[in-house]
């Protein structure tokens, strides 16, 4: 045989020397004495009962009871500002002033030409009263007396006319004093004073937040179940942060709009929020939760208990009975041993005599929502009362043997009778390696 035949055929001794050892040693108790066999510690909780509210989730915008631009309603001179930027502001309260001079003379000048006019008046009068005075009545021709009583009536109307200016440009004068009309926040300051305003500027823009509104959507076929929902009872609107806790969750629903958006397929609805410690702001994006209804006696699992495969959601349930070939698939032990580990007090963690075995399946189960913000409504595939697997899912496989923990349990270490056990255990596998 030549040299590189021996060589190959040395090589290929090696390989399969290594192969031996790595079966061998893999047919070995695991580190510490526990066998690969031994009963998976998990967390497991019962499936509950409970009254859950069915909610509906989206998007809303927060908009302002009340938002006005304030503006002049008179030209003029912008002369003081009398608000901060970004503080609250009440009704009545002046925000600006505009130079009244131009409007304060015109109002001199119409009161001054209401005298005029009343002056005239009195002569025209006291003239008509002389004509028509019997004294004097034969020497005064007829379409004198009706020429005197057609001019007291002109100036009588003419000082009616005075009365309406002087009227009016009081009101006017009275604009150059801008008001709030609103209880609101003031934003930031349009103008500057020094600057020529008109009745198109802009000074500045309250908005009124308490209370406030949020603008949100839902998908069409929502619709008849919200209408429905709110003929019984108003409903409640939470607002939720990012992390999905509520934030503000006293709203109510006012408005359901009278028509689907044919480009979304959606439809709006407005909720009314007190906002007193200002969290809503306008223009803010927002997470809404709309309560439409209460699921009475809803089978509720803790959400961690749902699992998803190829086949869709499934719990891991645990029975006391290994499903069919659970022995020979998932390596759980045989009976005999099963009965050898209990009377030597449990070994591997095994449950001891007076506790039997328990087994998990994989169950498949409907969800029906989400119940709270840690539980999970199943609509079918369990029951009242079944224990399902919380923690731990990852060691698990059809037909494992585990030991059920309660939440926040931990395994308890094993006893010295479990400790000898494993060590004889182990000096057989190695007897028989």
Do not use: C
Not at 68 to 77: F, H, K
Not at 109 to 119: C, L, N
Not at 190 to 216: E, K, S
Request: aromatic share 4%; glycine share 10%; proline share 8%.
């Amino acid at each position: 045989m030549s040299r590189g035949k021996w060589i190959l055929t040395l090589i290929g001794i090696v390989v399969l020397v290594l192969i031996v050892w790595r079966v061998v040693s893999g047919q070995r108790p695991a580190a510490g004495g526990f066998s690969a066999n031994a009963p998976v510690p998990v967390t497991v909780e019962p499936v509950v009962t409970e009254n859950v509210p069915i909610y509906l989730t989206s998007q809303g915008t927060v908009q302002a009871l009340n938002t006005v631009n304030v503006q002049p309603q008179v030209g003029g001179e912008l002369m003081k500002l009398d608000f901060v930027e970004g503080q609250p502001v009440s009704k009545g309260q002046v925000l600006a002033e505009i130079d009244p001079r131009t409007l304060q003379t015109q109002l001199d000048q119409a009161i001054a030409k209401r005298q005029q006019d009343m002056a005239q008046l009195a002569t025209a009068k006291a003239n008509l009263e002389r004509s028509e005075n019997p004294k004097y009545a034969p020497y005064v021709a007829q379409i004198d007396t009706i020429t005197q009583r057609n001019t007291v009536n002109q100036l009588q109307a003419a000082v009616a006319a005075d009365d309406a200016n002087i009227r009016d440009t009081r009101v006017q004068l009275g604009f150059t004093r801008i008001t709030s009309p609103i209880d609101g926040l003031a934003g930031i300051r349009q103008v500057d004073p020094g600057n020529v305003v008109n009745t198109t500027t802009t000074i500045v823009t309250i908005a009124q937040l308490h209370p406030i509104y949020v603008i949100f959507t839902l998908a069409g076929t929502y619709l008849d179940e919200v209408r429905a929902a709110q003929a019984k009872a108003p409903l409640n609107l939470a607002i939720l942060s990012p992390d999905g806790k509520v934030i503000e969750g006293d709203g109510v629903l006012q408005v359901i709009d009278n028509q689907i958006d044919p480009n979304t397929g959606a439809f709006k609805l407005k909720a009314q929020f007190p906002n007193p410690d200002n969290l809503l702001f306008p223009g803010q994006y927002v997470p809404t939760r709309l309560q439409v209804s209460v699921a009475s006696d809803a089978l509720v699992v803790p959400t961690a208990a749902v699992q998803r495969g190829p086949n869709g959601e499934y719990v891991w349930l645990v029975t006391d009975t290994p499903p069919p070939g659970a022995n020979a698939d998932s390596g759980s032990n045989p009976p005999q041993q099963d009965r050898r580990k209990r009377s030597a007090g449990g070994q591997g963690g095994a449950p001891a005599a007076d506790k039997p075995a328990k087994y998990v399946k994989m169950q498949p189960v409907t969800v029906g929502g989400g119940a709270g913000d840690t539980g999970t409504i199943i609509t079918s595939g369990l029951k009242a009362g079944d224990l399902v697997v919380t923690a731990g899912q990852f060691r698990l496989k059809e037909g494992s043997a585990i030991t059920p923990l309660k939440p926040g349990e931990v395994p308890a270490p094993p006893t010295t009778t479990q400790i000898k056990a494993a060590a004889e255990s182990s000096g057989r596998g190695r007897g028989r390696g």
